[in-house]
């Protein structure tokens, strides 16, 4: 079970809208979706939590590029949303160092796996490397709007609620949940 919220400050305060992630494939996808949230390029959040074992928080200013921050990228990689914010970048991989095209079979195994064993062991499906354990990503991403690097980094359960009031937008938050 999992929860996602998309908090766009406005001038008026945050407004909050229930976001649906079934057709949000990218991170692009969802950067999309946050700035189509804020037509005049407010900031908007757009907080993830799954059933208390990890939570997201991607902020788009306008047109830059998405921060990311996730409580924990090993918990997160189990999940097709934690998926979508694990990118290379946030991960510190080399996009280029990826699958050798080489040693791929058209089945889709590499060499010497057996279809049984394609996916054991490996957290992010085809890229045969371990994620880490614990926090990744922009830490400090909400300083700016009054959450810490340390508050941020000792949220464990219901995140996003604690996220919510700490940014004045709690009852907002809580229309849409």
Partial sequence: MYFAALLARTEDGWEASDTELDDVETLSDLADLAREASPDEDTVLVLIEQEDAWFGVVRVDGEEDPRIYVSDAAAAARSSYG???????????DPDDGDDLDALDLDGTEDGDSDDEADDGDPVAGTGEAVPHGPV??????DDLGVSEKELRSLATDAVTEI????GASETLETVR
């Fill in 83 to 93: 998926e979508i914010l694990l990118t290379d970048e946030l991960l510190g991989r």
């Fill in 137 to 142: 990503g922009d830490a400090q991403i909400l």
């Fill in 164 to 167: 919510a009031e700490a940014l």
